[in-house]
């Protein structure tokens, strides 16, 4: 088949390389631009640019799909079929209809459920049991397409999102490859979604990182885990080095009453509104993630301590 790739993030990255394996003609690679990153700000290119380049693709990276002269420029790539993972553009109307075969999306969710931006986050910090990914036709609507083939997982109690994404990583690769193939032997089936319980995943705000201790510590489970490793979810406080923002990786529920915020014992068991959160494994602003007990050297997180 002759493909037009559009993926930005590692999720896509390893859906790109799994189609190149399959001999697929990769007749160009669409990315989000580099963006500004790291403390010097520099431009950085997304995990799909720098793969397409090692493997000697062609790669564009407009910040627009909606003037003429790009939608000239997609039609002109005489694709078979587009392949869409994790872009991060709406494509209009008249990028949808240029392949032959249409665009297909690798979606991160079961689909109707978590729609949008974010479903690997939004799945976790649900408490959903189960996720998958699903190979689904694109249309105007966001992820309302007919959907063709899934492969589900079961969602661990402890499990990250990024321990999710590499495992969908592994389960949509292949998967897509599959849908190529079916699609070239005219043989690739299409049911309609459900309306009947959809959501919506909509992108990660900076504010719902900060742990709001009045909340139970069952949720706040699932908020460390669901931004874990990134954005990660966070507390502030100042224990003895002055205000430091301080990222919480991985936690435990578990039993315990107090004011909200306030250490229930030298080990970093943390009050909440219901029950407490026992702090794991954490990560200073400029450092490498730790465990609790080498974080909490000459650090004042001791039974009666408070954290914003």
Sequence with gaps: MRVVFMGTPDFAAALLKEIC??????AAV???PPRPAGRGMAEKKSPVHLLAESLGLPVRAPKSLRSEEETAAFAAL???VGVVAAYGLLLPQPILDAPRYGCLNLHGSLLPRWRG???IQRAIMAGDTESGVMV???EAGLDTGPVALTAT?????DMTAGELHNRLIELGAPLMAQALDLLGKGQLRFTPQSEEGATYAKKIEKAEAKIDWRAPARDLHNLVRGLSPFPGAFFEADLGHGAERVKVLRARAEAGKGAPGTALDDNGLIACGEGALRLLRVQ???KGEMDFEE???GRKLTRGVALG
């Design 21 to 26: 394996a399959r001999g697929h003609d990769v």
């Design 30 to 32: 669409y990315t989000q």
């Design 78 to 80: 005489d694709a078979d």
């Design 117 to 119: 931006a974010a479903p």
């Design 136 to 138: 689904m036709e694109m």
């Design 153 to 157: 997982t079961p969602i661990g109690e």
């Design 284 to 286: 200073r602003a400029g």
């Design 295 to 297: 974080f909490a050297r």
